[in-house]
């Protein structure tokens, strides 16, 4: 499954140029002009990492990145803001407010797509291959087949456990709020209980056995794939 990179540049020229060096580097893109249409399509569509602009007209890149740390279901998503050279101050309140990474304009291609990558590692790993099983210890998992196998034996995995557990190989590591799961696994127009997903969290440790422990629960915040 490719990782989403949403895109939030006023300049069509530049955004054309930014989609086509992430396209080239095998993401999924979406867009926006305006921080207000980024911060609607970044809440429907919760994205792997978020580039911004941080000269916005309307809301600026500041205001923008501040508001999606303020935000429950996006504060965790990675966040590169794009500079214009010597524009020193803005770049320390962009990581100040919680941006991961800048990027001064005009950027070399190469180097870009190497920071988005980098900062996807970090945070929950690079685009894969879609035909490609993951693999992670001794588990692994055919995401076409939807098969499932610990230790080399079969594994008989319910639809919802199934894409679970996908959900946390994709971000191995990575703290996953409740609500982002829910919205991972049924979207924006379904209403999931604690306790509905609680359950399908203990189905899948109960299935996994020993290895079901790699998923931490973090109390009051989420869960943890632990990748140690």
């Known amino acids: 499954m490719k990782k989403t990179v949403y895109i939030v540049e006023d300049d069509p020229e530049m955004r054309d140029v930014t989609r086509l060096v992430l396209e080239r580097a095998g993401y999924r893109v979406s867009e926006a002009g305006t921080a207000e249409e980024g911060l609607a399509g970044i809440q429907k569509i919760l994205p792997d990492l978020v580039v911004s602009d941080i000269q916005l ?78 693999e992670f210890g001794k588990l692994r998992v055919d995401v076409d087949r939807r098969e499932v196998t610990l230790a080399g034996k079969p594994m008989d995995v319910r639809r919802k456990e199934f894409d679970l557990l996908v959900f946390f190989l994709r971000h191995p590591g990575k703290l996953l709020t409740r609500s982002r799961i829910g919205q991972a696994l049924w979207g924006d127009e379904v209403v999931v209980s604690d306790n509905a997903l609680t359950s399908h969290i203990k189905n899948l440790r109960a299935l996994l056995g020993p290895f079901g422990d790699r998923i931490e629960t973090l109390v009051g915040e989420g869960y943890r794939l632990n990748d140690e």
Do not use: H, W
């Open 57 to 134: 007209p309307g809301i600026s890149g500041i205001r923008f990145c501040e508001i999606l740390r303020q935000e429950e279901r996006t504060r965790g998503i990675p966040l590169i803001l794009l500079t214009v050279m010597g524009k020193n101050a803005d770049k320390v309140r962009g990581l100040k407010i919680g941006a991961d990474d800048y990027i001064t304009k005009p950027y070399d291609p190469g180097e870009f797509a190497a920071r988005v990558e980098a900062l996807l590692r970090r945070t929950g790993g690079v685009p894969q291959d879609p035909a490609r099983p993951i």
